[in-house]
């Protein structure tokens, strides 16, 4: 295969200093190439062996448990830490594409000072003579702004200001001020706590998208996961109460679409109707007096009875758990809402038991905006002489009306650590860059509790002359004579600031081997022990505000995969789509579809929302989720600067914030605004990676009912048959290609524990190797002939193992983590908006969005994660001409893209739809459409060939992987165990909802839920035998109290 | 300074032949001159004509073309051809597809059947080529253009003893013209 | 005139399929000279005379995919003291001080596409010669075999109910 | 257009008006088309060459930049190339199927449009047999197609129905090509004596293979014909077959069904007639051969295209109640989709032109209005081209699963394909007219009245 060397090793060889084979491009022999091997041998690190560091994630304020694998001292990967109590092994969208902000083309190469508006390269030596003499000049004016910093380095910039005399302010676009200050009111905590969804059996969300962003998403997920898993006795149930249906949202089983501020208001007509009727207690009843499910009902739109029923559900699965957060809690009753929301939790003894505070969430001392604001005002005033900002943007994630960049305009002299040109910088004066996390070593406070210890995992990308923000504050420091207490490197001021911890855990142990366990584990945690939680009063609940005149109310909501606009800057985050909307690469208002109607919109068209802040122009998105009265965007877009991948893309939902707090918090109040929609003028694309969201009954996502789950045996039984369990649309459906009554158990017990189905089952009596699976059971003469088993003939005489793959639609939550794990482990080409909507995206693993049922009410919203199914029969396989895709002995459908000639018919065969093919060379560095520019190939997986123009490829199983794996074995002379490795789609499942291994194996996870309950094929009457067996979704029958 | 070239090339000096070429009209006439030539023991002539006439074939006693030998032995060397391929290129690197049979007869049968057309046909070409002599280089007897037209040539080859003879009988039997070569 | 251009035009024909053919099944008409090196390493003294291990400078070949090419210092953990007069050890030490990587050319040749795993084949118990050749004879290494596909398939089919290391001919095992 | 050409290949031949036949007239008549062209000849010809390379040019784009400088994208991963494809092969299907198949049913009318037919044949399989060889993506790789030894001991797979078509089609451009060479050797022959002009008078002697009609040739000739004819046959109806189950054999709903066979060698003798009537109804009236090929002539070719026009839509209803009333909802949904989604002109134009139009050639006075045949000869091929383009990308379109169903849109790139196939197809077409005899003189002599003395 002709196919071009894209990342050109010896590039990093250069930087590392390891000789290898390099990579000659083609077969014909390239000019003779220059091998470099060490000068001096490292012990640790070999050519083509993978070293795994663990470390601490920074890109979001969370900070969860990470390992990240190096290749030649390259990190080319991000996975969960599965020690680390915040993560568990998970790892969210954003957090896999940290690897991108590391190698971003567009980083800052080396310290820059602006003169008139162009950027003159400096010395790091100028740079900190000049800001040393500045130091001096604005002596007690310093002001230095971070984003949110629990570990060493808040402690490093606390003694900083003190030195230099001014403020160190932490500044987060989501602080969950109201939160925190609700708990502060309602409890005497004034902490973010921990959700326990795990714990609980029936979820109610207040706006709270905790599958997303809020709090510790993949945390959340994991715990959600467990919940939904149980289905005994209506338990598992989850509302959502939201006037827009989130991606979390989307998860529900019943959709309560509540006028925008009405969240409180419901909230406290469910406690109305638990106390009215005696279901729980513990405050006096008079607070929530006023708020009669009548009344309620006419704020809120939300029926009377509905409220009624909620409550008792609510408090009849006890332990049962309201979150409020996220969306809903950034407006101006924030606070109020979540007083409320605890208030209810609290009237069913939630609190302690799903609603902990054992971990809190580190989030104090993040200034809220109103305080952010003053010291903008400070800014304005001249009371700032120099300003520093690391790993915060106010100037984007600040709304106009704020004022940041004229009050900045007034500083004399401003810093920026940043290691992209972002708004913020745009705005400084010297750039000093940092080193990425992943080069740099810090700590971080994770939760209470959690010591995570960040380390450095690679040298810094010698492209880039950055330096760690703490060294440079350190030298800062000593120059300007207050740092003398300091050591010269961080790292050791670090490692100092761990010695507490040492004398706390050491356990005996010297502090080096401590350190170096702590090292290697990313972290100490301990059970902090849990406080007493009171009831110490509720602030006064009034009725919603709203800002500004319009029909209609705004809803702000920060993106699953940009979060405040951070990720915006990576592609992959670019052209993951956004999982409501199916969009890429952009920003869009999402109205109801007889909103739009009657504005005379469709779907892509441009639409004008004018807020008292500010209008702009989007593609509208028809969303029949939304409330007719309500116009949701999301935050993320619109930088005008940050980098070639961030800028000038779609719109920054900030300027439509109108000018109002909430007056308990401080915090900014993203909802409330009133806006007025028109018909747009100018033409703006709306890039859609999935258009069509019926399945057209193909039964592509299946779901079963929970009766019919119960029924079990019997639904499974004469569902082997082949006929459908009764009950509702697209149910089981058993495929006819198994013996009848394959996979049945006893169900009488089961459904009586909770969690039965997270366990695996055991393997049944009437057990049968599957038709498709490799038959390491069968006779040898059977296994000989073809006509007996096609899949053990000639060559394949060794063969062991059927690799497989089970995916649970019903802990599917549809984050998407999946996808970005793919396109960094496969290097998988960013292709752009234009590509996508064309349909060539280039994605191995897709999450299909299937909306069944979109309306207040029962919801029904499913989510597939699509990839190549690997069918036993494959489609694809016989039409090839060439070979190029054929089955192989462990029954992976493989792909040779080296001798794929690109006829294109495999594609077309293929019932799934998920072959992609290498339209344009993304390979050539040549071409304008290369994927991977300088140093994004740093990133490239050495493992995985890159394709070029005209080949087909598509999902291997991770190949890579498995033959590591297989050589771990052979060379420790052992036999492969279950679940040694697996794939990068379900290593980063945040709620292992993608289970990965040998249906060979009888005793392996995947072969017990590849033939448990729950069981289908997709297009099972094709008879492909695919090798990703799914599990169906449990769909409850919301309008019953959540009784199955 | 091509075009001479060329007219060497395609006018070559007429060969010397010995024979008497008689031309005919009437396809009748032509075809009892030949069976009458033949009686008087001129069994080696031959007749050209720019079609082929059944009384003159008649009139040769030809009998079926041997081709269809040639091109049945060239049908069943493709078809075997074919089939020996399929099974040869599976059984040398046995590669599952689809989950179907490494050796099944339809898909074999395809290419077995394309290869016998393909083979079967280029070998009628060549036994058609060899057995009516073509490409002819050299000429056999005096030709004439009007025989790709309308008339019909009887060519005897014979000595200059017999010609005289010839040309009276052939005259005798129709014949427009008659040229003596001695 | 004809029947000799003829025959002429049957032989050309003849000559020309030969050499396609036999060159399209990689058998070696290849030079046995290898590129010049920045520094005459001579692998016949090193790995012949001396007896050394390949992998006493290799040692990459056995635990991992790859194999290293030795650092400097590897080489100066002799040379500090041996032969540090020859003007090659003149040259090798110049490098060592100058803190220069030496930049060797490289000899063999696989495309990207291919993965091929030393340690597997290694621990297989796959002398290094039989791919490499008589190295400890070449005082310049050149590329013995074609390394091409049709090289490896042949061993590999030979292999495949070795009872001991079992090869396998799944294009996966080389290509993904 | 001939009236005013300055005869160089031949002597004394003037322009022929309408008058009987006799051998040597019949010589003379069917060689005065070969002569030096004239300026409509050139004009014509020189348009079709401009267009020729602006397709080449972008084709190269494609082959430098990849296939994605068309408009194809999943699930549309094959469009107008394979379309074109189709449609050519389809045409090319006529020629051997008039020539062999009416040749073994002896039915005489066949001689006077034969070698035209044949000639469209070869040149359609050439214009074809481009589209699979340029589809791919990575051309350059193309050989890998065909199974020969080579080092990586690789094979092709015999089991693709792609691969079937590799055969298939090179079989049938290697035999229709022999087919129609061998046919030209006596006509040649007759070329030959009469070029005047060296180069040309050499051309004929290298075609001819040095033929004079002797009796030992006529005899081995007619032996061979009659072998090519019963190859040929069989021949036509398993290209098509195969090329159908490039479909046929794919699950793609729209695609998977046992009709396809029928149903395509149907459709391809359709638009092959109907492109051999737009071919003689122009060559007839331009170079005046209304004597050699008759009205009649005419309105046999014309009652062909009824017929098949007849088998064709048969078929399309077929396929329609198969979707009804058969289980699938998938295909009952491509079908819906077919007639009434977002490609719903496509299949209008082609159920139109396919089935509605050619309902006019029941009218005997239709038949023989030469205008008429012509105006239908066209539809009848546009129709066919939509057919291929229908079944392929409303199929592909409305794949399995709906979560990446996206609609193509077609390019500049297609655009010139689709244009460039027919420029290809008439720059060949264009040379054949002035070059070789388009007309078969010894078979339609073999027609005329042999003279005899003793009366008939």
Same mark, same amino acid.
């Given at each position: 295969?002709?196919?071009?060397?894209?990342?050109?090793?010896?590039?990093?060889?250069?930087?590392?200093?390891?000789?290898?084979?390099?990579?000659?491009?083609?077969?014909?022999?390239?000019?003779?190439?220059?091998?470099?091997?060490?000068?001096?041998?490292?012990?640790?690190?070999?050519?083509?062996?993978?070293?795994?560091?663990?470390?601490?994630?920074?890109?979001?304020?969370?900070?969860?448990?990470?390992?990240?694998?190096?290749?030649?001292?390259?990190?080319?990967?991000?996975?969960?830490?599965?020690?680390?109590?915040?993560?568990?092994?998970?790892?969210?969208?954003?957090?896999?594409?940290?690897?991108?902000?590391?190698?971003?083309?567009?980083?800052?190469?080396?310290?820059?000072?602006?003169?008139?508006?162009?950027?003159?390269?400096?010395?790091?030596?100028?740079?900190?003579?000049?800001?040393?003499?500045?130091?001096?000049?604005?002596?007690?004016?310093?002001?230095?702004?971070?984003?949110?910093?629990?570990?060493?380095?808040?402690?490093?910039?606390?003694?900083?200001?003190?030195?230099?005399?001014?403020?160190?302010?932490?500044?987060?676009?989501?602080?969950?001020?109201?939160?925190?200050?609700?708990?502060?009111?309602?409890?005497?905590?004034?902490?973010?706590?921990?959700?326990?969804?795990?714990?609980?059996?029936?979820?109610?969300?207040?706006?709270?998208?905790?599958?997303?962003?809020?709090?510790?998403?993949?945390?959340?997920?994991?715990?959600?996961?467990?919940?939904?898993?149980?289905?005994?006795?209506?338990?598992?149930?989850?509302?959502?109460?939201?006037?827009?249906?989130?991606?979390?949202?989307?998860?529900?089983?019943?959709?309560?679409?509540?006028?925008?501020?009405?969240?409180?208001?419901?909230?406290?007509?469910?406690?109305?109707?638990?106390?009215?009727?005696?279901?729980?207690?513990?405050?006096?009843?008079?607070?929530?007096?006023?708020?009669?499910?009548?009344?309620?009902?006419?704020?809120?739109?939300?029926?009377?009875?509905?409220?009624?029923?909620?409550?008792?559900?609510?408090?009849?699965?006890?332990?049962?758990?309201?979150?409020?957060?996220?969306?809903?809690?950034?407006?101006?009753?924030?606070?109020?809402?979540?007083?409320?929301?605890?208030?209810?939790?609290?009237?069913?003894?939630?609190?302690?038991?799903?609603?902990?505070?054992?971990?809190?969430?580190?989030?104090?001392?993040?200034?809220?905006?109103?305080?952010?604001?003053?010291?903008?005002?400070?800014?304005?005033?001249?009371?700032?002489?120099?300003?520093?900002?690391?790993?915060?943007?106010?100037?984007?994630?600040?709304?106009?009306?704020?004022?940041?960049?004229?009050?900045?305009?007034?500083?004399?002299?401003?810093?920026?650590?940043?290691?992209?040109?972002?708004?913020?910088?745009?705005?400084?004066?010297?750039?000093?860059?940092?080193?990425?996390?992943?080069?740099?070593?810090?700590?971080?406070?994770?939760?209470?509790?959690?010591?995570?210890?960040?380390?450095?995992?690679?040298?810094?990308?010698?492209?880039?002359?950055?330096?760690?923000?703490?060294?440079?504050?350190?030298?800062?420091?000593?120059?300007?004579?207050?740092?003398?207490?300091?050591?010269?490197?961080?790292?050791?001021?670090?490692?100092?600031?761990?010695?507490?911890?040492?004398?706390?855990?050491?356990?005996?142990?010297?502090?080096?081997?401590?350190?170096?366990?702590?090292?290697?584990?990313?972290?100490?945690?301990?059970?902090?022990?849990?406080?007493?939680?009171?009831?110490?009063?509720?602030?006064?609940?009034?009725?919603?505000?709203?800002?500004?005149?319009?029909?209609?109310?705004?809803?702000?909501?920060?993106?699953?995969?940009?979060?405040?606009?951070?990720?915006?800057?990576?592609?992959?985050?670019?052209?993951?789509?956004?999982?409501?909307?199916?969009?890429?690469?952009?920003?869009?208002?999402?109205?109801?579809?007889?909103?739009?109607?009657?504005?005379?919109?469709?779907?892509?068209?441009?639409?004008?929302?004018?807020?008292?802040?500010?209008?702009?122009?989007?593609?509208?998105?028809?969303?029949?989720?939304?409330?007719?009265?309500?116009?949701?965007?999301?935050?993320?877009?619109?930088?005008?600067?940050?980098?070639?991948?961030?800028?000038?893309?779609?719109?920054?939902?900030?300027?439509?914030?109108?000018?109002?707090?909430?007056?308990?918090?401080?915090?900014?109040?993203?909802?409330?605004?009133?806006?007025?929609?028109?018909?747009?003028?100018?033409?703006?694309?709306?890039?859609?990676?999935?258009?069509?969201?019926?399945?057209?009954?193909?039964?592509?996502?299946?779901?079963?009912?929970?009766?019919?789950?119960?029924?079990?045996?019997?639904?499974?039984?004469?569902?082997?048959?082949?006929?459908?369990?009764?009950?509702?649309?697209?149910?089981?459906?058993?495929?006819?290609?198994?013996?009848?009554?394959?996979?049945?158990?006893?169900?009488?017990?089961?459904?009586?524990?909770?969690?039965?189905?997270?366990?695996?089952?055991?393997?049944?009596?009437?057990?049968?190797?599957?038709?498709?699976?490799?038959?390491?059971?069968?006779?040898?003469?059977?296994?000989?002939?073809?006509?007996?088993?096609?899949?053990?003939?000639?060559?394949?005489?060794?063969?062991?193992?059927?690799?497989?793959?089970?995916?649970?639609?019903?802990?599917?939550?549809?984050?998407?983590?999946?996808?970005?794990?793919?396109?960094?482990?496969?290097?998988?080409?960013?292709?752009?908006?234009?590509?996508?909507?064309?349909?060539?995206?280039?994605?191995?693993?897709?999450?299909?969005?299937?909306?069944?049922?979109?309306?207040?009410?029962?919801?029904?919203?499913?989510?597939?994660?699509?990839?190549?199914?690997?069918?036993?029969?494959?489609?694809?396989?016989?039409?090839?001409?060439?070979?190029?895709?054929?089955?192989?002995?462990?029954?992976?459908?493989?792909?040779?893209?080296?001798?794929?000639?690109?006829?294109?018919?495999?594609?077309?065969?293929?019932?799934?739809?998920?072959?992609?093919?290498?339209?344009?060379?993304?390979?050539?560095?040549?071409?304008?459409?290369?994927?991977?520019?300088?140093?994004?190939?740093?990133?490239?997986?050495?493992?995985?060939?890159?394709?070029?123009?005209?080949?087909?490829?598509?999902?291997?199983?991770?190949?890579?992987?498995?033959?590591?794996?297989?050589?771990?074995?052979?060379?420790?002379?052992?036999?492969?165990?279950?679940?040694?490795?697996?794939?990068?789609?379900?290593?980063?499942?945040?709620?292992?909802?993608?289970?990965?291994?040998?249906?060979?194996?009888?005793?392996?996870?995947?072969?017990?839920?590849?033939?448990?309950?729950?069981?289908?094929?997709?297009?099972?009457?094709?008879?492909?035998?695919?090798?990703?067996?799914?599990?169906?979704?449990?769909?409850?029958?919301?309008?019953?109290?959540?009784?199955? | 300074?091509?075009?001479?070239?060329?007219?060497?090339?395609?006018?070559?000096?007429?060969?010397?032949?010995?024979?008497?070429?008689?031309?005919?009209?009437?396809?009748?006439?032509?075809?009892?001159?030949?069976?009458?030539?033949?009686?008087?023991?001129?069994?080696?002539?031959?007749?050209?004509?720019?079609?082929?006439?059944?009384?003159?074939?008649?009139?040769?006693?030809?009998?079926?073309?041997?081709?269809?030998?040639?091109?049945?032995?060239?049908?069943?060397?493709?078809?075997?051809?074919?089939?020996?391929?399929?099974?040869?290129?599976?059984?040398?690197?046995?590669?599952?597809?689809?989950?179907?049979?490494?050796?099944?007869?339809?898909?074999?049968?395809?290419?077995?059947?394309?290869?016998?057309?393909?083979?079967?046909?280029?070998?009628?070409?060549?036994?058609?080529?060899?057995?009516?002599?073509?490409?002819?280089?050299?000429?056999?007897?005096?030709?004439?253009?009007?025989?790709?037209?309308?008339?019909?040539?009887?060519?005897?080859?014979?000595?200059?003893?017999?010609?005289?003879?010839?040309?009276?009988?052939?005259?005798?039997?129709?014949?427009?013209?008659?040229?003596?070569?001695? | 005139?004809?029947?000799?251009?003829?025959?002429?035009?049957?032989?050309?024909?003849?000559?020309?399929?030969?050499?396609?053919?036999?060159?399209?099944?990689?058998?070696?008409?290849?030079?046995?000279?290898?590129?010049?090196?920045?520094?005459?390493?001579?692998?016949?003294?090193?790995?012949?005379?001396?007896?050394?291990?390949?992998?006493?400078?290799?040692?990459?070949?056995?635990?991992?995919?790859?194999?290293?090419?030795?650092?400097?210092?590897?080489?100066?953990?002799?040379?500090?003291?041996?032969?540090?007069?020859?003007?090659?050890?003149?040259?090798?030490?110049?490098?060592?001080?100058?803190?220069?990587?030496?930049?060797?050319?490289?000899?063999?040749?696989?495309?990207?596409?291919?993965?091929?795993?030393?340690?597997?084949?290694?621990?297989?118990?796959?002398?290094?010669?039989?791919?490499?050749?008589?190295?400890?004879?070449?005082?310049?290494?050149?590329?013995?075999?074609?390394?091409?596909?049709?090289?490896?398939?042949?061993?590999?089919?030979?292999?495949?109910?070795?009872?001991?290391?079992?090869?396998?001919?799944?294009?996966?095992?080389?290509?993904? | 257009?001939?009236?005013?050409?300055?005869?160089?290949?031949?002597?004394?031949?003037?322009?022929?008006?309408?008058?009987?036949?006799?051998?040597?007239?019949?010589?003379?008549?069917?060689?005065?088309?070969?002569?030096?062209?004239?300026?409509?000849?050139?004009?014509?010809?020189?348009?079709?060459?401009?267009?020729?390379?602006?397709?080449?040019?972008?084709?190269?784009?494609?082959?430098?930049?990849?296939?994605?400088?068309?408009?194809?994208?999943?699930?549309?991963?094959?469009?107008?190339?394979?379309?074109?494809?189709?449609?050519?092969?389809?045409? $090319?299907?006529?020629?051997? +199927? &008039?020539?062999? %198949?009416?040749?073994?049913?002896?039915?005489? /009318?066949?001689? *006077?449009?034969?070698?035209?037919?044949?000639?469209?044949?070869?040149?359609?399989?050439?214009?074809?047999?481009?589209?699979?060889?340029?589809?791919?993506?990575?051309?350059?790789?193309?050989?890998?197609?065909?199974?020969?030894?080579?080092?990586?001991?690789?094979?092709?797979?015999?089991?693709?129905?792609?691969?079937?078509?590799?055969?298939?089609?090179?079989?049938?451009?290697?035999?229709?090509?022999?087919?129609?060479?061998?046919?030209?050797?006596?006509?040649?022959?007759?070329?030959?004596?009469?070029?005047?002009?060296?180069?040309?008078?050499?051309?004929?002697?290298?075609?001819?293979?040095?033929?004079?009609?002797?009796?030992?040739?006529?005899?081995?000739?007619?032996?061979?014909?009659?072998?090519?004819? $019963?190859?040929?046959?069989? +021949? &036509?109806?398993? %290209?098509?077959?195969?090329?159908?189950?490039? /479909?046929?054999? *794919?699950?793609?709903?729209?695609?998977?069904?046992?009709?396809?066979?029928?149903?395509?060698?149907?459709?391809?003798?359709?638009?092959?007639?109907?492109?051999?009537?737009?071919?003689?109804?122009?060559?007839?009236?331009?170079?005046?051969?209304?004597?050699?090929?008759?009205?009649?002539?005419?309105?046999?070719?014309?009652?062909?295209?009824?017929?098949?026009?007849?088998?064709?839509?048969?078929?399309?209803?077929?396929?329609?109640?198969?979707?009804?009333?058969?289980?699938?909802?998938?295909?009952?949904?491509?079908?819906?989709?077919?007639?009434?989604?977002?490609?719903?002109?496509?299949?209008?134009?082609?159920?139109?032109?396919?089935?509605?139009?050619?309902?006019?050639?029941?009218?005997?006075?239709?038949?023989?209005?030469?205008?008429? +045949?012509?105006?239908?000869?066209?539809?009848?091929?546009?129709?066919?081209?939509?057919?291929?383009?229908?079944?392929?990308?409303?199929?592909?379109?409305?794949?399995?699963?709906?979560?990446?169903?996206?609609?193509?849109?077609?390019?500049?790139?297609?655009?010139?394909?689709?244009?460039?196939?027919?420029?290809?197809?008439?720059?060949?077409?264009?040379?054949?007219?002035?070059?070789?005899?388009?007309?078969?003189?010894?078979?339609?002599?073999?027609?005329?009245?042999?003279?005899?003395?003793?009366?008939?």
């Amino acid at each position: 295969m002709s196919d071009s060397v894209v990342f050109n090793r010896r590039d990093f060889l250069k930087l590392v200093g390891i000789g290898v084979a390099g990579a000659a491009a083609g077969c014909a022999k390239p000019p003779a190439e220059k091998l470099i091997p060490y000068l001096n041998a490292p012990e640790d690190i070999l050519p083509g062996v993978a070293y795994f560091y663990s470390s601490t994630c920074r890109e979001c304020p969370v900070g969860c448990g990470i390992v990240v694998k190096t290749r030649e001292a390259r990190a080319i990967k991000i996975e969960g830490n599965p020690e680390h109590p915040i993560g568990m092994g998970g790892l969210c969208a954003r957090g896999q594409a940290g690897l991108q902000g590391l190698y971003d083309p567009d980083r800052v190469k080396s310290p820059m000072m602006k003169q008139g508006n162009a950027w003159k390269a400096v010395t790091w030596d100028e740079a900190i003579t000049t800001v040393t003499a500045k130091l001096a000049e604005a002596k007690g004016k310093v002001l230095l702004v971070t984003g949110n910093e629990t570990g060493s380095f808040r402690s490093l910039a606390g003694e900083f200001v003190a030195g230099a005399g001014g403020q160190h302010v932490m500044y987060e676009p989501f602080a969950y001020e109201s939160v925190r200050a609700a708990n502060a009111k309602t409890f005497g905590i004034g902490s973010v706590p921990r959700y326990d969804i795990g714990a609980a059996r029936c979820v109610v969300s207040f706006g709270a998208d905790f599958l997303e962003t809020f709090a510790a998403p993949t945390n959340q997920a994991r715990g959600f996961a467990a919940m939904r898993t149980k289905h005994d006795d209506g338990a598992g149930h989850f509302v959502a109460v939201e006037p827009r249906l989130s991606l979390t949202g989307a998860n529900a089983d019943e959709w309560v679409a509540v006028r925008p501020g009405g969240e409180m208001a419901l909230a406290l007509g469910m406690a109305h109707v638990i106390l009215a009727e005696g279901l729980g207690s513990g405050v006096d009843a008079g607070l929530v007096s006023a708020f009669t499910p009548e009344a309620v009902a006419n704020s809120t739109d939300v029926p009377a009875e509905t409220i009624q029923r909620l409550a008792r559900m609510f408090a009849k699965h006890r332990p049962s758990l309201a979150i409020a957060g996220g969306i809903a809690t950034q407006s101006a009753e924030g606070t109020a809402l979540v007083a409320a929301v605890n208030l209810l939790n609290f009237v069913v003894g939630n609190i302690g038991a799903t609603v902990k505070f054992d971990r809190p969430l580190s989030f104090d001392g993040v200034a809220s905006f109103a305080q952010f604001k003053t010291h903008i005002d400070a800014m304005a005033a001249g009371d700032v002489g120099l300003m520093f900002v690391h790993g915060a943007n106010p100037a984007y994630a600040t709304p106009k009306w704020a004022g940041f960049a004229a009050a900045a305009a007034k500083v004399p002299f401003k810093v920026s650590f940043t290691g992209v040109l972002d708004e913020t910088a745009e705005l400084c004066d010297l750039i000093l860059p940092s080193t990425h996390a992943l080069e740099s070593w810090g700590d971080a406070e994770s939760a209470g509790g959690v010591h995570s210890l960040q380390q450095a995992s690679m040298r810094p990308v010698t492209v880039f002359n950055a330096r760690p923000v703490g060294d440079v504050l350190i030298a800062l420091g000593k120059a300007a004579g207050f740092g003398a207490a300091w050591p010269d490197a961080y790292f050791d001021y670090l490692k100092a600031r761990w010695q507490p911890l040492h004398a706390r855990y050491g356990a005996g142990r010297d502090f080096e081997t401590f350190w170096l366990d702590v090292v290697k584990k990313g972290g100490v945690w301990e059970d902090a022990a849990t406080p007493a939680v009171r009831w110490t009063g509720a602030p006064a609940f009034a009725a919603p505000q709203y800002t500004g005149t319009g029909d209609f109310s705004l809803l702000i909501a920060p993106s699953s995969h940009l979060y405040d606009g951070r990720g915006a800057n990576k592609p992959w985050l670019q052209e993951t789509p956004d999982m409501t909307a199916k969009a890429v690469w952009g920003s869009w208002a999402e109205i109801h579809p007889e909103t739009a109607a009657k504005l005379g919109v469709k779907n892509g068209d441009a639409l004008e929302v004018a807020t008292d802040a500010g209008k702009a122009q989007l593609p509208a998105y028809l969303y029949a989720g939304i409330r007719k009265d309500v116009v949701a965007v999301s935050l993320g877009q619109g930088h005008t600067a940050f980098g070639r991948y961030a800028k000038d893309r779609g719109v920054n939902a900030l300027d439509f914030v109108a000018q109002a707090t909430d007056a308990a918090s401080g915090a900014l109040a993203y909802q409330g605004s009133k806006a007025r929609l028109a018909k747009g003028t100018k033409a703006m694309p709306l890039y859609l990676q999935q258009a069509e969201k019926d399945q057209h009954d193909r039964e592509i996502a299946q779901v079963i009912p929970v009766a019919a789950l119960l029924a079990g045996a019997v639904g499974v039984g004469h569902a082997a048959e082949g006929h459908a369990v009764e009950g509702a649309h697209g149910a089981a459906k058993f495929p006819g290609h198994y013996p009848a009554g394959f996979g049945v158990h006893e169900p009488a017990e089961a459904m009586t524990r909770p969690g039965k189905f997270t366990e695996p089952l055991a393997r049944p009596d009437s057990f049968q190797t599957p038709a498709h699976a490799i038959t390491a059971y069968e006779s040898k003469e059977k296994a000989r002939s073809p006509r007996q088993n096609p899949v053990d003939v000639g060559s394949y005489k060794h063969a062991k193992h059927r690799w497989a793959m089970s995916i649970d639609l019903n802990t599917c939550t549809g984050c998407a983590a999946c996808v970005v794990a793919c396109y960094a482990e496969n290097n998988i080409p960013v292709v752009g908006p234009e590509l996508i909507k064309k349909g060539r995206e280039m994605a191995w693993i897709r999450i299909d969005r299937f909306e069944e049922k979109l309306a207040p009410g029962a919801n029904d919203v499913r989510f597939v994660p699509m990839m190549c199914q690997h069918c036993g029969d494959a489609p694809c396989e016989m039409v090839c001409p060439v070979y190029a895709t054929y089955h192989n002995p462990e029954g992976l459908n493989a792909q040779i893209y080296n001798r794929c000639v690109g006829t294109r018919y495999c594609s077309n065969n293929c019932p799934y739809k998920v072959r992609a093919f290498n339209w344009f060379d993304y390979a050539a560095p040549e071409k304008t459409t290369f994927a991977f520019p300088e140093p994004l190939n740093w990133q490239l997986n050495p493992d995985v060939t890159v394709r070029s123009k005209g080949v087909m490829e598509k999902c291997t199983m991770c190949i890579q992987r498995i033959l590591d794996g297989k050589g771990h074995a052979k060379d420790e002379k052992r036999e492969l165990t279950d679940g040694e490795f697996t794939t990068a789609c379900a290593q980063s499942c945040p709620t292992q909802a993608i289970t990965f291994g040998d249906l060979a194996d009888p005793e392996a996870q995947v072969h017990l839920k590849s033939f448990g309950e729950r069981r289908y094929w997709v297009f099972e009457d094709l008879h492909t035998k695919p090798g990703v067996t799914y599990l169906q979704k449990i769909q409850r029958d919301s309008m019953s109290e959540g009784h199955a | 300074m091509l075009n001479k070239l060329l007219d060497g090339l395609l006018n070559p000096p007429p060969p010397k032949f010995h024979g008497v070429m008689g031309i005919w009209y009437y396809v009748d006439d032509a075809a009892d001159a030949v069976k009458m030539l033949r009686e008087a023991g001129h069994k080696n002539l031959n007749v050209f004509s720019p079609v082929p006439h059944h009384e003159i074939e008649h009139a040769l006693e030809q009998g079926p073309s041997l081709v269809r030998w040639v091109t049945a032995v060239g049908g069943f060397l493709g078809a075997t051809g074919g089939f020996a391929l399929c099974y040869y290129s599976i059984s040398s690197w046995p590669l599952v597809i689809g989950g179907k049979e490494l050796f099944s007869l339809p898909p074999f049968t395809v290419i077995g059947y394309e290869s016998m057309i393909l083979i079967a046909g280029l070998s009628n070409l060549l036994g058609m080529l060899a057995l009516a002599r073509l490409p002819q280089l050299k000429q056999v007897a005096p030709y004439d253009p009007r025989f790709q037209e309308d008339r019909i040539g009887i060519w005897v080859p014979c000595d200059a003893a017999t010609a005289a003879r010839l040309e009276s009988m052939m005259k005798g039997h129709g014949a427009e013209e008659v040229q003596v070569h001695a | 005139m004809k029947k000799t251009f003829a025959i002429v035009l049957v032989l050309v024909t003849l000559v020309a399929a030969s050499v396609a053919f036999t060159q399209s099944f990689g058998v070696q008409m290849g030079d046995k000279k290898g590129p010049t090196q920045p520094i005459a390493y001579s692998h016949e003294t090193h790995a012949g005379k001396l007896q050394m291990d390949c992998r006493y400078c290799h040692y990459g070949a056995s635990k991992s995919a790859w194999v290293n090419i030795p650092a400097v210092s590897t080489c100066m953990g002799c040379h500090k003291i041996a032969l540090t007069d020859k003007p090659e050890i003149i040259k090798l030490t110049a490098y060592y001080d100058r803190g220069e990587p030496i930049p060797w050319v490289k000899v063999h040749y696989l495309p990207d596409h291919v993965k091929f795993n030393h340690k597997r084949h290694v621990l297989a118990e796959i002398a290094c010669q039989t791919c490499h050749g008589p190295v400890q004879e070449m005082a310049v290494v050149y590329q013995y075999s074609s390394l091409k596909m049709g090289w490896c398939v042949s061993c590999h089919r030979d292999n495949l109910d070795n009872p001991k290391f079992p090869a396998t001919m799944d294009c996966l095992a080389c290509h993904h | 257009m001939s009236t005013t050409v300055k005869n160089l290949a031949m002597d004394g031949v003037n322009d022929v008006a309408d008058r009987p036949l006799d051998q040597k007239t019949l010589n003379s008549d069917v060689m005065s088309m070969i002569s030096l062209p004239g300026k409509v000849w050139w004009t014509i010809f020189i348009l079709d060459l401009v267009v020729l390379g602006v397709a080449l040019a972008l084709v190269r784009n494609l082959i430098v930049h990849g296939w994605g400088v068309s408009g194809f994208m999943r699930p549309v991963m094959w469009a107008v190339d394979i379309t074109n494809f189709v449609f050519w092969v389809g045409i $090319a299907h006529c020629g051997t +199927l &008039v020539s062999a %198949v009416l040749f073994l049913f002896r039915s005489h /009318f066949r001689r *006077a449009v034969y070698r035209l037919a044949e000639a469209m044949t070869v040149f359609g399989v050439l214009t074809a047999a481009m589209f699979p060889a340029i589809h791919t993506g990575r051309p350059w790789f193309d050989y890998w197609l065909f199974p020969y030894p080579n080092q990586r001991q690789l094979w092709t797979n015999v089991r693709s129905p792609l691969e079937w078509d590799v055969f298939a089609v090179n079989t049938y451009l290697t035999v229709s090509s022999i087919f129609f060479l061998v046919g030209l050797i006596p006509d040649v022959a007759a070329c030959r004596d009469r070029a005047k002009h060296p180069i040309m008078k050499l051309l004929y002697t290298v075609i001819s293979f040095g033929w004079t009609g002797a009796n030992y040739q006529w005899k081995h000739f007619y032996g061979a014909y009659l072998f090519f004819a $019963a190859l040929a046959t069989p +021949l &036509v109806f398993s %290209v098509h077959s195969v090329v159908s189950w490039d /479909f046929a054999m *794919a699950q793609t709903p729209g695609w998977h069904s046992t009709l396809f066979a029928p149903y395509f060698v149907a459709g391809a003798i359709f638009s092959g007639v109907g492109m051999v009537i737009f071919l003689l109804v122009i060559v007839r009236k331009a170079y005046n051969m209304q004597h050699i090929v008759t009205i009649d002539h005419m309105e046999k070719l014309a009652k062909l295209v009824l017929l098949t026009s007849c088998m064709v839509g048969y078929s399309y209803l077929t396929e329609f109640f198969m979707a009804w009333y058969g289980p699938n909802k998938a295909e009952r949904d491509v079908f819906w989709f077919r007639a009434t989604g977002h490609y719903w002109w496509a299949f209008w134009i082609m159920f139109s032109c396919n089935v509605v139009f050619p309902m006019l050639l029941w009218m005997k006075s239709f038949r023989r209005n030469m205008t008429a +045949l012509l105006v239908l000869s066209i539809f009848v091929n546009i129709g066919m081209w939509f057919e291929r383009f229908v079944i392929i990308v409303t199929s592909l379109t409305r794949s399995l699963n709906p979560a990446n169903w996206f609609y193509y849109k077609i390019s500049i790139t297609e655009c010139a394909l689709i244009a460039g196939s027919f420029a290809w197809f008439f720059m060949f077409f264009l040379i054949f007219l002035r070059v070789l005899p388009s007309f078969s003189i010894a078979e339609i002599k073999e027609t005329l009245p042999m003279p005899k003395r003793r009366g008939h």
